[in-house]
């Protein structure tokens, strides 16, 4: 069966996003960007929420004129055209550059159970909470960042019982970031 995998940028003190919505901070270097892309080709699905969507959809089909010089853009940008996107939300009704809009997280997991390369959740706290209360979460793969945000909004979302992790993988990027990877037991 497929896998989904969590990845996510956070700050230090536990944020995705700062008080006031800001997402201006995490720095993607060269090592980081690498383990990115190796995520990226372990997918043949992208999941996001709405918010993420809005963001990713603003960015990813025009990042090679915004930042044409821009490594990291320049490997994902054709990726992104290329992989099927999904956005779960409660209230969107369709969503361009070929995004499939699903309502219900019960859609995902019969997504999940069809053959193919695993799925990728990018950001969407909340996406990823109902998706782990459901049990539907295999990888974590939390990047913490040099940087205390002090308010905003948190990584995770409490949810109903405890759920055990094992800890897979650790390491830092760019001598500047450090990778937490915990898949469920």
């Known amino acids: ?14 944020f995705i996003e700062g008080p006031n ?6 720095v ?10 190796s995520l990226a080709h372990r997918a043949d699905t992208f ?3 709405r918010t993420v969507w809005d963001m990713k959809a603003s960015y990813w089909p025009h990042a090679l004129s ?16 290329k992989t099927r996107k999904l956005v779960l939300s409660r209230t ?10 699903i309502h219900d997280v019960e859609e995902v997991r019969a997504i999940k159970e069809l053959p193919g390369k695993d799925i990728l959740l990018t ?7 109902a998706l782990t209360e459901r049990g539907l979460l295999d990888e974590y793969h939390v ?17 109903a019982e405890r759920l055990n992790l094992q800890l897979t993988d650790t390491r830092t990027f760019d001598n500047r970031t450090v990778l937490l990877r915990h898949d469920l037991t």
């Open 123 to 129: 950001g969407s706290a909340s996406v990823a909470a």
């Open 92 to 101: 969107l009704e369709s969503a361009p550059y070929d995004a499939e809009v």
């Open 28 to 37: 993607l270097g060269p090592e980081l960007g690498a383990y990115s892309m």
């Open 1 to 14: 069966m497929r896998k989904i995998m969590y990845y996510v940028h956070q700050s230090l003190d536990g």
């Open 66 to 81: 915004i930042t044409p010089d821009e490594p990291h853009a320049i490997e994902f940008a054709p990726v992104w055209a």
């Open 143 to 159: 990047i913490v960042h040099p940087v205390v945000l002090g308010g905003g909004k948190p990584v995770y979302h409490p949810v």
């Open 47 to 49: 999941l996001y929420g």
């Open 21 to 26: 919505g800001e997402f201006d901070w995490p």
